[in-house]
């Protein structure tokens, strides 16, 4: 006689970066059902949101995620811009892609390094992590922030790349491409990382399709979305590339979008830098009229989708925010059923979850008055490093 | 063929109105009880990608709007569903028709108060489970 015994994941567990609760119901080792547990993280974002100014919005979504932190401003704006029909400089929608892009190529690097991490592949992660570094300093270089880069505004972007900044941005993609053909070659080739992923964690096309899922975790079952192509936005109309899809559905396929996608990316960043000409990078937007907007951007992880209704005052009458993660974590359903426990963690990992996203909510740091460190003092360190890096690259 | 095309052709008749906001971003109004119909229409048949749903509280009801994606074209289709009884609202789930609307509507039904008749698992998502019962954050205080 089978006895189904329960494995709790969580709320708090040493493999998580966020909180949420898998409840795992196995039978010996074979995962037999899961209950997705959620709502620790809930900070009540829409209703935030309805209580902001229009142009205040973009930095309160920029705090729903860590990772894709230009996903959600990205998506509001383009909203925005369909609500109220602006159009937006050329140069602008250059930046903005730029900015997605090298976003998609440090997340990408971060799930990898933890994919590596979760199947006790350690050396993945240090140089997965590693090479995600420099694009961070190109984020600070152009941006003033490593994440939460502040740059999506209504009708254009707050900061402009400077040309003498292009060649250094140039140059990080290029060392970029050899790590990027490191990893491909570990990954598929690795008789380890391949008994680990490949046929583990399927999600087949049609499950896909039900469960709506989107971004990696779609293409890697086959389903050939992907927005950039789709629903053009920013520029990707004005770009050469192409959508990676893979037919297995397994975790190895959506490691193999995820490598493969980053070529892309830096294929993309290299066009715009190309096809950038000087010129304006605001439309000045004065006023919002009353009406509905939908904006959407293919985030690292997927479809991120924005609704915005005004009703002619200048604050959002409703914002539905609705991340990829929603979508994919729920398809863990699936995925993790049948499955040995040993290859929960990576199965539930794989979708490249974002817990914040999903709930759209804050963790608030309420220890007591004896921090070691205060806000004021991260803010010194992060100027000392970007005075650091400036003297650097020559710019002192 | 669009999308909008294809609903034109296939539901003129249960469509009450029709509103182009752009070329790629089309609100379709349509009765409440034509919902759970429609919506297997949209995804089984023309096979539309169901996005996501939005419920607001407005002076006149509860609105939803269920939005659709076709990827073939980038449209999106959103159906705009009235539910005028605010103290009892309810409508049909159409969680039993695709597993993707599971989640949001218990969002909705947790954050908004309506009843989603039909679902396998109507139980708390966000809020935790000692959440107040009839307290619902996204209704607002409508000066009648």
């Known amino acids: 006689m089978s006895h189904k015994v329960i494995v709790p994941i969580g709320p708090y567990h040493p493999l998580q970066e966020e909180p949420e609760f898998f409840r795992l119901y196995v039978e010996g080792e074979k995962v037999v059902d899961i209950d997705i547990v959620i709502g620790y993280m809930?900070?009540?974002?829409?209703?935030?949101?309805?209580?902001?100014?229009?142009?205040?919005?973009?930095?309160?979504?920029?705090?729903?995620?860590?990772?894709?932190?230009?996903?959600h401003p990205f998506a509001y704006v383009n909203a925005m811009e369909d609500l109220a029909k602006i159009e937006?400089?050329?140069?602008?929608?250059?930046?903005?892609?730029?900015?997605?892009?090298?976003?998609?190529?440090?997340?990408?690097?971060?799930?990898?390094?933890?994919?590596?991490?979760?199947?006790?592949?350690n050396t993945v992660w240090m140089w997965s992590w590693r090479y995600r570094e420099p694009v961070l300093d190109m984020f600070e270089m152009i941006t003033g922030n490593r994440n939460h880069y502040a740059m999506m505004k209504i009708g254009g972007v707050r900061r402009d790349i400077r040309d003498e900044d292009m060649p250094i941005?140039?140059?990080?993609l290029d060392d970029l491409v050899p790590a990027v053909d490191m990893f491909k070659g570990a990954v598929m080739d690795d008789p380890v990382i391949q008994a680990r992923l490949k046929g583990i964690g399927v999600l087949s096309k049609k499950q896909a399709i039900d469960w709506c899922v989107v971004g990696p975790t779609a293409r890697g079952s086959g389903v050939d979305i992907d927005l950039r192509r789709d629903d053009p936005y920013g520029a990707y109309d004005r770009v050469e590339w192409k959508v990676i899809v893979e037919k297995d559905g397994d975790i190895?396929?959506?490691?193999?979008?995820?490598?493969?996608?980053?070529?892309?990316?830096?294929?993309?960043?290299?066009?715009?830098?190309?096809?950038?000409?000087?010129?304006?990078?605001?439309?000045?937007?004065?006023?919002?009229?009353?009406?509905?907007?939908?904006?959407?951007?293919?985030a690292p992880?997927?479809?991120?989708?924005?609704?915005?209704?005004?009703?002619?005052?200048?604050?959002?009458?409703?914002?539905?925010?609705?991340?990829?993660?929603y979508m994919n974590v729920a398809s863990n359903k699936i995925a993790a059923v049948g499955g040995t426990i040993s290859d929960a963690a990576i199965t539930l990992a794989a979708v490249d979850p974002c817990y914040c996203c999903t709930e759209r909510l804050i963790v608030l740091d309420k220890t007591t008055d004896k921090k070691i460190m205060n806000g004021w003092n991260l803010i010194e360190l992060s100027q000392a490093k970007t005075e650091k890096l400036k003297k650097s690259l020559g710019q002192g | 063929m669009s999308a909008v095309d294809m609903i034109k052709e296939r539901l003129k008749d249960?469509?009450?109105?029709?509103?182009?906001?752009?070329?790629?971003?089309t609100y379709a109004s349509i009765k409440p009880q034509d919902l759970k119909e429609i919506a297997n229409i949209l995804f089984k048949e023309l096979q539309l990608r169901f996005v996501i749903a939005s419920g607001q509280d407005t002076p006149e009801g509860?609105?939803?709007?269920?939005?659709?994606?076709?990827?073939?074209?980038?449209?999106?289709?959103?159906?705009?569903?009235?539910?005028?009884?605010?103290?009892k609202p309810e409508i049909d789930s159409l969680a039993p028709l695709f597993p993707a609307a599971?989640?949001?509507?218990?969002?909705?039904?947790?954050?908004?108060?309506?009843?989603?008749?039909?679902?396998?698992?109507?139980?708390?998502?966000?809020?935790?489970?000692?959440?107040?019962?009839?307290?619902?954050?996204?209704?607002?205080?409508?000066?009648?």
């Open chain 1, 42 to 71: 809930h900070r009540g974002i829409e209703e935030l949101s309805e209580h902001k100014h229009f142009d205040q919005v973009p930095f309160l979504v920029e705090r729903i995620c860590g990772i894709c932190s230009t996903s």
């Open chain 1, 88 to 121: 937006v400089p050329e140069r602008a929608l250059f930046i903005r892609t730029i900015i997605a892009e090298m976003e998609r190529l440090h997340s990408h690097l971060l799930w990898l390094g933890l994919a590596g991490h979760f199947i006790g592949y």
């Open chain 1, 169 to 172: 941005l140039r140059k990080t």
């Open chain 1, 252 to 298: 190895f396929a959506k490691t193999i979008v995820r490598i493969l996608e980053m070529y892309e990316s830096i294929k993309i960043i290299r066009q715009c830098l190309d096809k950038m000409k000087p010129g304006s990078i605001d439309a000045n937007v004065k006023d919002i009229p009353p009406g509905e907007g939908i904006g959407r951007v293919e």
């Open chain 1, 301 to 325: 992880r997927g479809e991120c989708f924005h609704y915005v209704k005004s009703d002619g005052t200048n604050r959002p009458v409703r914002h539905k925010v609705r991340a990829p993660s």
């Open chain 2, 14 to 25: 249960k469509i009450t109105d029709w509103s182009e906001h752009s070329p790629r971003r």
């Open chain 2, 62 to 87: 509860l609105e939803i709007l269920y939005h659709f994606s076709f990827d073939k074209t980038g449209e999106i289709i959103s159906l705009r569903v009235l539910i005028k009884d605010k103290k």
């Open chain 2, 102 to 144: 599971e989640w949001i509507e218990r969002e909705m039904w947790e954050l908004l108060g309506i009843n989603f008749i039909g679902h396998p698992n109507l139980k708390h998502l966000l809020l935790s489970e000692e959440w107040p019962e009839g307290k619902h954050p996204l209704r607002h205080e409508h000066e009648s």
